[in-house]
């Protein structure tokens, strides 16, 4: 049976011809309409950087809790999310214990001009100045980051027929947020509570996620139509790619945001600590996302302004 989470090239699309660059569209295309997640491989993101990010990141986890204190936020802040801060089954409704997991967030922070925006989508990052390390890494991955989302976007925008900035150009002044995400062993967190993961099962709420994962018995899972919950494959060297409600909703609901969560750590893994850089790509912060109708889209939906929209879901994960 074909995998339900494809492996896609990106070398034809950067450096092939227009028969290379329509297959690979059309391979992204099919993928968001099933599973709606995808790996890439091709993409030219080297890999030192994304090992030197994991790197700064494993430093900082690693101070005392006194030390990281200093830099404790809420969601959607910029700084350490310390364990107990969100439950991302919140944003389904459902009421769940504490996700498992430890968190670096940074993300956009060039500002618009317009302090209400600016306070909370493009604030300063903040940066220890006891992993000097840290900034540097995590700012390289951002850019390769931002680099890749938008180049996705245009390959979605051309498999969906649309002219190839039809997305990017409403993402030139973007918010956008990279999560490293700390999973702790078992033999840290203890036995987990009923009912509680390392991340609870969730959609994503923006356009493109781009997740690079360590592999583990307490890992990624995807809900497939059909077949239900699947351990996501892993692939050496690729990206894991989903998209979120807002693009989902922007096709008219022909791509799928699907929902998603990473299991608590295992009895069989009891020393299992895994660190995952999450690349959550969303639009300008004004954007009204209507939904594209047929032959695109099948499923009309009220318009949202971005922002609003991400918000309120934020407001959802946050444990009170």
Known sequence: MTTPVPVVDLQPWIHGTADDRAAVAHRVDDALCTSGFLLVTGHEV????????????????AMPTAVKDAYAVGVGGRGWLPPGAEANAGAEGVATPPDLKESWSCGADTPTGDPEVDAVWFAPNVWPHEVPA?????????????????????????????????FTRRTRHPSYTLNVNRYPPLTETGEPADGQFRIGAHTDFGTVTVLDREVGAGGLQVDVPGLGWVDAPHHPGAFTINIGDLLARWTGERWRSTRHRVLPPQDVAPDEDLVSLVYFYELDPDTTVEALGPPVGHVAAAPVRAREYLAAKLAAITVQ
């Open 46 to 61: 080297p890999g030192a950087v994304r090992a030197a990010a994991r790197s700064a990141a494993r430093q900082f986890f």
């Open 134 to 166: 840290l900034r540097p890494a995590l700012e390289e991955h951002l850019a390769h980051m931002r680099t890749l989302a938008d180049e996705l976007l245009v390959i979605g925008a051309r498999a969906l027929g649309l002219e190839e900035d039809f």
